[in-house]
Nanobody
Framework: QVQLVESGGGLVQAGDSLGLSCAAS????????MGWFRQAPGKEREFVAA????????YYADSVKGRFTISRDNAKNTVYLQMSSLKPEDTAVYYC?????????????????WGQGTQVTVSS
């Protein structure tokens, strides 16, 4: 089992930057493919970004490409999401998720572990 805890959410203005962190604990000696998802009120949870175990490969939703950056520090068991040029439509609860494998998937149904989420609100 892996426990994921997100932090760093908050209220910002459009155009601002914000960084999220996801700390993993528990069975962290295994290798996990990691992702960030988000869910706005009344909408389905959607893919935002993902990163390979090595950190070499990163994947982004078209809506955030060029504005968000995902990274990881395996020594700290932490994954990060740096968000810049934030827009009101980025407002959502952001979730960190882990796949119990190193293979790539951007589909939320393929993720085995989830954090509790952190709220990001972008005002116009």
């Amino acid at each position: 089992q892996v426990q994921l805890v997100e932090s760093g959410g908050g209220l910002v203005q459009a155009g601002d930057s914000l960084g999220l962190s996801c700390a993993a604990s528990g069975r962290t000696n295994s290798r996990y493919f990691m992702g960030w998802f988000r869910q706005a009120p009344g909408k389905e949870r959607e893919f935002v970004a993902a990163i390979s175990w090595s950190g070499i490969s990163a994947y982004y939703a078209d809506s955030v490409k060029g504005r968000f950056t995902i990274s990881r520090d395996n020594a700290k068991n932490t994954v990060y999401l740096q968000m810049s040029s934030l827009k009101p439509e980025d407002t959502a609860v952001y979730y960190c998720a882990a796949r119990n494998t190193i293979t790539t998937s951007l589909n939320r149904v393929d993720y085995d572990y989830w954090g509790q989420g952190t709220q990001v609100t972008v005002s116009s």
